[in-house]
């Protein structure tokens, strides 16, 4: 039996977490959230203190919010674990934390991978995640049975940052598929054509990708519930701006995209999902953003 420990259990980390569990594995969880620790003791998960259990696991896996999330649980790794132990973070970051957090973990004799992941929160709890891993190739091969209970595709991409601009590369696409509907909507509504009307073409024209299919049952009734919100999203531009920057990639249609997720958050919908810069584009065409009336 694998002794895993999860550092970090949020809206992706506690599934994860959970989906080893079933699969047979030790699991101990730690996070820095009481409530995130209660409900994982509902879900029957042990928590531990995260020292304690990263000396003794086999594999640690990370779920952190932010560069400095990383840096401070990837020291703590390089501290704590045991030899022969592998660190596999999860988590959205820039190329250049990462990096850094590779030099520590690389003095410290550890293994890190890099296991980005594509999907949303209900796409964790299904276990449909789609898993992006850079790393050393050893470490990847150990843990890829671990990683299949994620989700039905993994894809190894080389041996340093590559998962992490992967999905950057990704997060872009899913963030200018927003501002594709954004302005396609807002034209066929303000030409008076009804929002479930549009819905449904779209869902069964060419343009239904996957992701506008998995939005679709959701924004065809006009619910804004996140699974990703804007200022999350914002958070994913701002790495992908930077990452554009660093290779001198002009991305200027990404930048117009982070303008309109900017005053989607100014005008009060930060906790709303990413897509709610539709109604940011509705309402610069002078539409009431509540569109009650069209659905």
Do not use: C
Not at 77 to 98: E, H, K, L, N, P
């Amino acid at each position: 039996m694998t002794l895993v420990h999860v550092a970090g259990v949020g809206k992706m980390g506690l599934p994860m977490a959970g989906h080893f569990h079933a699969a047979g594995q030790a699991v101990t969880v730690s996070d820095p959230s009481e409530a995130r620790l209660q409900l994982a003791r509902s879900h029957g998960l042990q928590v531990a203190d995260a020292g304690a259990a990263m000396a003794r696991a086999d594999i640690i896996v990370s779920s952190l919010p932010n560069d400095a999330a990383l840096r401070q649980v990837g020291a703590q790794v390089a501290a704590a674990a045991r030899r022969g132990a592998i660190y596999v973070d999860t988590s959205t970051v820039s190329q250049q934390a990462s990096a850094e957090v590779a030099q520590v973990l690389a003095a410290a004799g550890v293994p890190y991978l890099r296991t980005t992941l594509s999907g949303n929160n209900k796409m964790a709890e299904a276990a449909q995640l789609t898993v992006m891993a850079s790393g050393p190739r050893a470490a990847y091969d150990s843990v890829l049975p671990l990683l299949k209970t994620l989700g039905p595709n993994q894809f190894y991409l080389g041996e340093a940052e590559q998962a992490r601009l992967m999905k950057l590369v990704v997060n872009l696409m899913i963030a200018q598929t927003s501002a594709m509907l954004a302005e396609a909507l807002t034209l066929g509504r303000k030409g008076g054509l009804a929002w479930g009307d549009m819905w449904q073409v779209l869902g069964a024209s060419a343009v239904a990708s996957p992701i506008v299919k998995a939005k679709s049952a959701q924004l065809s009734q006009r619910d804004f519930t996140p699974t990703f919100t804007v200022e999350q999203m914002i958070k994913d531009l701002t790495l992908i701006l930077g990452a554009g920057a660093d290779s001198h990639v002009p991305l200027p249609q990404t930048a117009l995209t982070y303008q309109l997720m900017q005053a989607a958050l100014a005008q009060g919908d930060g906790q709303d999902d990413y897509a709610a810069i539709i109604k940011t584009v509705e309402r610069s065409a002078g539409l009431p953003a509540d569109g009650q009336e069209d659905v």
